[in-house]
């Protein structure tokens, strides 16, 4: 196995994909959103890290505490 295919599995190990799709507009706009915060934040900000935090405040209005 190639030392990518390595790192790349190891950081999925354990976890489960989650998706969905969403409109073009829709996307975008969460895409600008991510960029904005990038630039403010001086570090990238994934498409990932947006949805486990949506995903996270979305558990908890729903009286779930979890930490994705």
């Known amino acids: 196995m190639a030392e990518s295919d390595t790192?790349?599995?190891?950081g999925r190990e354990?976890?489960?994909?989650?998706?969905?799709y969403a409109?073009?507009?829709g996307a975008?706009?969460?895409q600008e959103v991510l960029l904005k915060l990038s630039r403010?934040?001086?570090?990238?900000?994934t498409m990932q890290e947006?949805?486990?935090e949506a995903l996270t405040d979305?558990?908890?209005?729903?009286g779930v505490d979890v930490k994705l």
Do not use: N, P, Q
């Not at 403010?40 to 900000?45: F, I, L, N, T």
């Open 7 to 10: 790192k790349a599995k190891s």
């Open 14 to 20: 354990g976890k489960t994909m989650i998706g969905a």
């Open 23 to 25: 409109d073009k507009d």
């Open 28 to 30: 975008y706009a969460v």
């Open 40 to 45: 403010e934040r001086r570090v990238k900000v």
């Open 50 to 52: 947006a949805i486990l």
């Open 58 to 62: 979305f558990c908890k209005k729903h």
